[in-house]
């Protein structure tokens, strides 16, 4: 199996950083692919069925940057289309 990262190594890439909704107000950035795919296969699925059932969950404030994970939806939406969810 090839190894899509080398360990030890960090990565960077830069994205913009898109407007969305009806004013724009909410920002979206990219997730690398590579990441996504590697993220996906550890646990047998395929990136489109990774994005269909799990949110990606961000924290951030008490510390410089942002922390991404990823968590299991539980009812995933057939159609792939967006989960939103708010702790605050």
């Known amino acids: 199996m090839e190894?899509?990262?080398?360990?030890?190594?960090?990565?960077?890439?830069?994205?913009?950083?898109n407007g969305v909704g009806r004013d724009g107000g909410t920002k979206t950035i990219g997730i690398p692919p590579e990441y996504l795919?590697?993220?996906?296969?550890?646990?047998?699925?395929?990136?489109?069925?990774?994005?269909?059932?799990h949110l990606a969950v961000v924290q951030y404030?008490?510390?410089p940057g942002?922390?991404?994970?990823?968590?299991?939806i539980d009812q995933p939406n057939d159609n792939g289309g967006d989960h939103a969810a708010?702790?605050?």
Do not use: H
């Open 86 to 88: 708010s702790d605050g």
């Open 3 to 17: 190894t899509l990262f080398e360990p030890g190594t960090t990565y960077k890439k830069r994205y913009r950083i």
């Open 66 to 72: 942002i922390y991404v994970e990823f968590e299991l």
């Open 61 to 63: 404030n008490s510390f």
């Open 37 to 53: 795919e590697k993220v996906a296969a550890a646990i047998g699925l395929s990136v489109d069925d990774f994005c269909r059932t």
